[in-house]
């Protein structure tokens, strides 16, 4: 998974989780935090949970592994990104998150009931002239309105692998 398919809300909801919990010292504890927020264990946290347990990466990620319960990838066959940054929001991004939300029947950072469609808020895409954004497929789309939204959804919802 490249960097720019992370969202970069993870990272502060990672840091977030790992701050909830300063005496946590069990770093299964930690992940299944992690875990608990984002639906999985995104490869960047064990950077900063190996950092803050003063152990080593491919140790933590291998006591993760032993897990059964903890997973490394999110669900989801296709990963929908709604921008809600400043301008994206205000030109429609924020209604569009809560059309996929409802749509869906799902929160953000969770996936629908097959795992065909994981839903993610991303702060900025850097696209503000052409607000609101979506990222479907890897593919960054703007000038999105409901309908097409809707449409894309609908067609997600349908395909097969």
């Given at each position: 998974m490249g960097?720019?398919?992370v969202?970069?809300?993870e990272f502060e909801?990672?840091?977030r989780a790992l701050a909830r919990a300063p005496q946590e010292a069990d770093g299964l504890g930690l992940a299944h935090r992690i875990q608990d927020v984002l639906g999985y264990v995104p490869e960047h946290a064990l950077e900063s949970m190996a950092g803050r347990l003063g152990v080593e990466r491919q140790g933590l990620e291998s006591l993760i592994a032993g897990d059964a319960s903890l997973r490394?990838?999110?669900?989801g066959r296709?990963?929908?990104?709604?921008?809600t940054g400043q301008?994206?929001?205000i030109r429609g991004g924020a209604q569009l998150l809560r059309q996929a939300r409802a749509k869906l029947d799902i929160e953000i950072f969770e996936s629908t009931e097959n795992e065909a469609i994981r839903l993610e808020p991303f702060?900025?895409?850097?696209?503000?002239?052409?607000?609101?954004?979506v990222r479907f497929k890897g593919?960054?789309?703007?000038?999105?309105?409901?309908?097409?939204?809707?449409?894309?959804?609908?067609m997600m919802m349908k395909a097969k692998g």
């Open positions: 960097s720019q398919d969202s970069n809300l909801l990672v840091e490394f990838q999110p669900t296709y990963r929908v990104l709604v921008c301008t994206c929001a702060r900025c895409f850097g696209r503000c002239a052409q607000a609101p954004n593919e960054l789309r703007g000038a999105m309105t409901e309908k097409r939204f809707d449409l894309l959804l609908e």
